[in-house]
Every structure is written in C-alpha cells, then in structure tokens.
C-alpha cells in the first residue's frame, strides 16, 4: 500500500511560520498513529516569481496534479504590489484552482466556546455556529470572457462577465448537497434571481439537483439579503451554497463571525480520483501577514484545521480529523492565545511555534 502524498507549498510571508507547525502534526501522526505521509514542498506565489519570474512553475504545477492533495500557506505582499497582473503571487493560487479544476471552495465558519467573546456579534448569537458555505471556484465573474479594460469614446472601460454552465452550476451543488446530507440537512442557496439571468439559471439547476436529494430541506435567498442574514441571525444556516463572487464576500463576512481569521481552514474539492477521493486543495483564510512575518507572531491553526480537513476528505482518515480538531478546541478550552486572539490585559500570548507545541501535547493526550 503507498503512502498518502501530499504537496506543501508554503508560500509568502507567514506561510512558512504555520507550515512548519503543520509539519508536527504530520510527524506526529507518523510517530504515534503509524500513518507515514509522502511530503514534497515546492514554492508558489511571490517564493515563486523570485526564483522562477512566474507566481507558479509548470513543474510545480504537474507536481499538484500527480498528489493526493496539496495544502498551501499564504501568498502575496506588498513587494509584489507593482507587478505585472499575470504575474502576481495571486495568479499562481487562481492558476492551481482552475487547472486542478477544483470547483467546489469549502469554508467552514465554527464559533469555538472559547472564543465566542471575540465576535464582533453578541455572544447568543455566534456561540455554537456552525456553518459551511460551499462556493463555486472555477467558473462565475472571475474567469467569465470577454474581461479586461478598453478605451471607448475617449474613456476607459472595466469588463468582467459573468458565464455559468448548467454543468458547472451542478456539479457545486452536488458537493453542497452531499455535505448538507452528513450535516443537518439544510441547504440554503443563494443568488440574485431578482436582476441576473445567471442567478435565474443558478435557482433553476439548484432546484432540479435537489430532486435527487429529497431528505435535504432546500431553500433560496438573494445574495443580498443572505448577508444581512448571516450577521442577524447566522445560526439560521447550515449549508449554504453560491457562485464565485458572492462566495467569495459571504465566506469573509461568516469568517469575521467567528472572532479570528487566524482559526479558519478552508478546503478547494474537485472531480474524484481513480482512488475515489476528490482531487484537493487546502489552505487557511488568513493571509500572508506582511506585517508580522518572521515575528513568530502568526496564529497556525488555521492551518492546522486546514490539515485536518485534508485528513478527513482525502486521505479518508476521519477519526485523525476529529482527534486533531478536538485538540484545537482542548488547547484554545486552555486558554492559550497567540496574539490575534488576545481581548483582556495581562495575558501573554504565545508563540506560533509554542501554539503548535499546545496541539501536539493535547494529541498525546487524546491517546
């Protein structure tokens, strides 16, 4: 039997700093769960353009698509402001979505008890959220043609189409409808049937989709209102399933529910494999924090998490998900606290590296 394999690219910025952390995780569960990993690591983003003068390598890329999944730590900074748009750390990321053909963007939005306080909503609101939102990563406004900007009678002009395929619309919801069936069996879709002959389309195929799924509870909501929603009453939702844009503005406002960037994973799913699990992508929400790079200042367990989700939906090992993420909640249960998760005088945070130390000792707890 091979091991499970799997591509690190850590990225820019402080992508290195929770990666490392990661990396105790995988040998831990060598150490003590007798489960070797095949671990490469390659560069990715600004790494990449300053070795390579592109944000992703072509061997990189033909490295991704040989794994079991790839799991990515940040990119971007703001040396990299000035570049050329093709070449900016980001296309590299959007360049590993789109030819691993990952349509299907997992973002868990989980309010941990420990860390219900840090909402910027009132505690009975956020305690015991939990949401996933399923967004569409492939196809949509970002990667509609034509796009670009023109002169036209003596002024500029700024195009982005938005195209979706009856297939591409499917395929998402299928993911969104298998995940609301291991869930609460609640599905919300979310459009702008109202103005948009796309989100008309969306609400169609959504609707036919659930025919197949009759134990899910479906229903529709604008895009719009569905924002509102989510900061007046989130624990109204379980799934919710929409396009690229809108994914990509109400997955950042659930995060902001949860009280930290720094705790949330993500997981980018595709076709299945010839092993039956789907072809992946995981990386934290979190960004590459300029700012605190190199300071040992960075909260790892969103990238942690991120690993985690890899755990259960490609390497097929649930119950090491549940125990890793157990131990997440143990550790912040604690109270220890990397900086971002600080909102009371005289408590020292720890360390990203001391973080990552706090998951392993309650991993050998768990034994």
Known sequence: MTNPSLLILPGDGIGQEVMAEVRKVIDWIGAKRGVTFDVSEDLVGGAAYDKHGVPLADETMAKAQEVDAVLLGAVGGPQYDDLDFSVKPERGLLRLRKEMDLFANLRPAQCFDALADFSSLKKNIVSGLDIMIVRELTSGVYFGEPRGISEVDGQRVGVNTQRYTEEEIERGARAAFELAMKRDKRLCSMEKANVMESGILWRDVVTEVSKDYPEVELSHMYADNGAMQLVRAPKQFDVIYTDNLFGD???????????????????????????????????????????????????????????????????????????????????????????????????????????????IAALDASL
């Open 249 to 359: 503005i109400l997955s950042d406002c659930a995060a902001m529910l949860t009280g930290s960037l720094g705790m949330l994973p993500s997981a980018s799913l595709g076709a299945p494999m010839e092993n039956g699990l789907p072809k992946a992508m995981y990386e934290p929400v979190h960004g590459s924090a300029p700012d605190i790079a190199g300071e040992g200042k960075a909260n790892p367990c969103a990238c942690i998490l991120s690993f985690a989700m890899a755990l259960r939906y490609s390497f097929d090992m649930g119950e090491e998900a549940d125990r890793l993420e157990a131990a997440v909640e143990k550790v912040l249960a604690d109270g220890v606290r990397t900086g971002d998760l600080l909102n009371e005088e005289g408590v020292k945070p720890v360390s990203t590296s001391e973080m990552g130390d706090a998951v």
